[in-house]
């Protein structure tokens, strides 16, 4: 049974290893599907907006919360918003964000093309005289490699904002003294890695959901095991990049 | 086995010895095939004897283990990628389940494959072939519509429509009555006669469906074990004696 979970596991690597492949074959072929881009940049970025913004917001939040009692007991709260923010910024808003992505597009990728590969939607295109590969994974991958940044860049704006509200549950912080707090810490350098993360986290999403969709087997219950299964993988997929990032920062000290 | 004297017309599709494999089932099994200009062939045989995957070995969707699919004299297996492209635009293709896109109005469904093979048509033309089209299949007032709002019946008059767009001189349909009411079904049967006489086209049925077969074919093809069994007219297959044969139309 082992062995069997391991061959399956070695062979959806080398598929998705593959199919990653192809996306860089594909995308330098000629007749870019610019329509389909934009609108799949639209159903990534916009229709997220909403969920990150208050996720992002609740965490800013939330962890400022919990760390004002810790702080206070060192006698440092007036490191809240520095410590607050740096972790918001390198950690946690990349991170939830792409979670969260995972689940909302990551399910809704696998299942769109596990739909369409099961209704034979994907066959039509191609007997339409378009390259599914091109029109249905370039297009969704690239949506979900730039999107994300864009929704982590966001994300960090908002928390900060939660953070902004969660010292002033206890204190009186000024807006212009809780920023000048945020950004006598806070650099370029901090919000940069961040964004290469959110560009690998999106690549990965968008990369498992479109392999799980496309493969597709055994009709509508396929379907099912593709959303769920691109949820998973990619929610795996996420943490191991976030684990390697922090060896690379380790190594480099600029993540 | 039994073809009509009467064809003396050009091959448009020839099939020489297909043959195509999944694992130790053999699907096609030296399978030889002519049809001419002008010709609807039906394909009857069980679920799993390969009749889907032979439309899908001549559209360039599968390829065979080995043989020559030969469509307007050109051997599919051998095309390039831009090559095979130019052949589907003259080849129509009617999935099974319609395969009409979720996401797209009719309007956009019908527009796809041409803005894909005819680049150059105003937005004006292309409107024009569109409401054509669906005029052609009764169905013009759907233009703004979802597929999900449609019937199966309508469902598969718009995926007909989509076909029969490109003015495709060959059209494959696979099993174009399966899952709808028979005088749905014979409706759909009926307007495959017409766009043959009205286009000139040269089709391939996958038919379960007998009152499909009677009435659209000018050939019956009896596909068991991978080959091409017996073929014929309806008439002359439903009078044979063979158990096999007989099967079918019992």
Known sequence: MKSIALKYFIYETAGIYLFAVRFFKELFKPRFEFNEFLKQCYTVGNTSITLVSVTALI?????????????????????????????????????????????????????????????????????????????????????????LPLLIILG?????????????????????????QVFAKLDFSDVLPSVIKGLFFG?????????????????????????NSSVVVSIFAVFMIDLIAAQVANIFHIL | MMEKASYNKEAIIELINLKKSFGNNHVLNDLN???????????????????SVLIKCIIGLIKPDSGIISVFGNDVSKLSHDDLDQMRAKVGFLFQSNALYDSMTIRENLEFPLRRHWLKGTKDTINDLVL?????????????????????????????ARTLILKPEIILYDEPTSGLDPVTGKEISNLIVE????????????????????????????????????TGTFEELNNMSDTKVKQFFD
């Open chain 2, 195 to 230: 766009i043959q006489k009205k286009y000139n086209t040269s089709s391939i049925i996958i038919s379960h469906d007998l009152s499909c077969a009677k009435i659209t074919s000018n050939k019956i093809v009896i596909l068991i074990d991978g080959t091409c069994y017996a």
């Open chain 2, 33 to 51: 095939l002519t049809v001419k200009q002008g010709e609807n062939v039906v394909f009857i045989g069980k679920s799993g004897s390969g009749k």
């Open chain 1, 203 to 227: 690549f990965t999403i968008g990369i498992i959901s479109c392999y799980k969709g496309y493969h597709t087997k055994n009709g509508t219950e396929g379907v099912g095991k593709s959303a």
């Open chain 1, 156 to 180: 960090d704006t908002i928390s900060l904002y939660g953070a902004y509200i969660g010292v002033n549950i206890n204190q009186n912080v000024s807006f212009h003294l809780f920023t000048n």
């Open chain 2, 132 to 160: 054509d089209a669906l005029t052609n299949v009764g169905l013009a007032d759907t233009i703004d519509m979802k597929p999900s709002e449609l019937s199966g019946g309508m469902k598969k008059r718009v995926a007909l």
């Open chain 1, 59 to 147: 965490m800013g939040l939330v962890i400022t919360i919990q760390s004002q009692p810790a702080m206070e007991t060192f006698g440092t709260e007036s490191w809240l918003p520095s410590v607050v923010s740096i972790s918001l910024v390198r950690e946690l808003v990349p991170v939830i964000t792409a979670l969260t992505c995972a689940g909302k597009i990551g399910s809704s990728i696998g299942a769109e093309l596990g739909s369409m590969k099961v209704t034979e939607q994907i066959d039509s295109m191609e007997v339409s005289g378009t390259n599914p590969f091109k029109y249905l994974v370039v297009t969704r991958v690239l949506a979900t490699t730039l999107m």
